[in-house]
């Protein structure tokens, strides 16, 4: 059983070698070797192939042009370094991701950072940004600092006239973006020409405007089938 077992190691090793470069030569001796050399040998592997394919990433990635909807004028895709240098540092960080239909996904593909008090058209909101892990040569690149923003929701409450800051928000929003639709849940709707979104919804004396980018659900699924 052992040496099937590191016969599967080794042929595992040989497989994702040809795709690293390595500072230097890992050497095992597969007849001397114990199960937990090859295992560690193979560890290192494979730490090398994502810190090479993180550096391809940070070589090559570039954000969804700066047109259309946005979230605070940040083009989509940016990367959560880049963002945090434009919106400062988030109050707290929640290890998961959600869709635009609200499904939550644990399984570490994302996450999302909040923060209690962002000024949007003149009015304080707290905003939860999504950000997701890219995928390169599938595998997912789970350094924070390079993950994608998709979506962000601001949320008002407690203001003391919700119907005038929901008439005034929708009117700077018509300015910029053109007119709305409403959806099957009565929620404002606009999209512009690469299908992002904001959506206005309300309720008693509190909304919120979600911003998402036009191919969220695709990222997110591409994440969840590494």
Not at 123 to 147: G, K, T
Not at 170 to 197: A, C, E
Request: hydrophobic letters at 40%; glycine letters at 4%.
């Amino acid at each position: 059983m052992a040496k099937i077992a590191l016969t599967v190691l080794l042929t595992f090793t040989l497989v994702i070698a040809p795709y690293i470069c390595l500072a230097e030569t890992i050497t095992i001796d597969t007849d001397t070797a114990s199960y937990d050399e090859i295992v560690d040998a193979i560890t290192v592997l494979k730490q090398a192939r994502v810190q090479m394919l993180t550096d391809e990433f940070t070589r090559t990635h570039t954000p969804a042009p700066a047109t259309g909807i946005m979230f605070r004028q940040i083009p989509w895709y940016t990367t959560r370094q880049e963002v945090l240098s434009l919106i400062g540092n988030p109050k707290t960080h929640s290890t998961h991701a959600q869709n635009t239909a609200g499904q939550v996904y644990t399984n570490g593909i994302g996450f999302e950072n909040s923060y209690s008090s962002l000024n949007v058209a003149g009015y304080e909101a707290s905003c939860d940004v999504y950000y997701v892990y890219p995928v390169v040569d599938n595998v997912l690149i789970r350094n924070s600092d390079y993950a994608l923003l998709y979506m962000a929701e601001y949320r008002f409450t407690g203001l003391g006239n919700a119907s005038a800051a929901i008439e005034d928000i929708t009117t700077k929003l018509v300015h910029l973006y053109g007119d709305y639709q409403r959806d099957n849940r009565g929620r404002l709707v606009w999209i512009d020409d690469s299908n992002n979104h904001i959506i206005l919804y309300s309720w008693n004396s509190n909304f919120t405007l979600w911003y998402y980018a036009g191919n969220t659900e695709e990222l997110l699924h591409a994440a969840d089938s590494v």
